[in-house]
């Protein structure tokens, strides 16, 4: 099994934290009840696509379970697991970045997009309603109806806040070979 570095650790509880925080007190109430456009999921993609995907499921799912604990209705496990599951699926393609190389160009934004889009469809279009039917047995119009408006409000806020930390990320980092003797 790999073991987590120092760095993974401490980006895990940072992004969970903040996750929390962006989701609890910075979240948007939408027309469409109990379904908020939320800012974290920038972030959640941010740092998946640094540090890959384990951290990416672990501070969706500790992130998500946070915020629906502290709301005092108790954790509304589909939707954790959704969170935890468009983590993962951003950090699956964390290598194809190239953040850690200073990279982030037109092609790294188009990927680093088309990754959180599809990631966003599969957790609010297919695994949140699904699993709203299944656990808790909620209609199945209600729940297809919030994961279209919290996947569509996700994907733009994603796009706009995932990308543009992953541009400063990439420029406050060293390119490769930028010593290198020319």
């Known amino acids: 099994m790999k073991q987590f570095s120092v760095k993974t650790i401490v980006a895990i509880g940072i992004g969970a934290a903040l996750f929390f925080v962006l989701g609890r007190f910075v979240a948007i109430p939408s027309p469409v009840p109990n379904t908020n456009i939320s800012i974290q999921y920038g972030l959640l993609a941010f740092i998946a696509a640094i540090f890959g995907p384990l951290a990416g499921v672990l501070i969706g799912l500790i992130g998500h379970a946070l915020i629906d604990f502290s709301y005092g209705w108790g954790i509304w496990w589909s939707w954790v697991v ?23 160009g037109k092609k790294q934004i188009i990927l680093f997009n088309l ?68």
């Open 82 to 104: 959704a969170s935890a599951i468009f983590g993962g699926f951003v950090g699956i393609w964390f290598k194809k970045l190239s953040l850690y190389d200073g990279v982030f």
């Open 115 to 182: 990754y959180q889009i599809i990631g966003h469809i599969i957790a609010w279009g297919i695994v949140a309603p699904l699993l709203d039917i299944l656990i808790y047995a909620e209609p199945a119009n209600k729940v297809f109806t919030q994961g279209l408006v919290a996947g569509a409000a996700n994907i733009v806020t994603t796009a706009v806040i995932g990308s543009i930390l992953c541009i400063a990320y990439a420029a406050a980092k060293p390119k490769r070979d930028s010593l290198a003797k020319e």
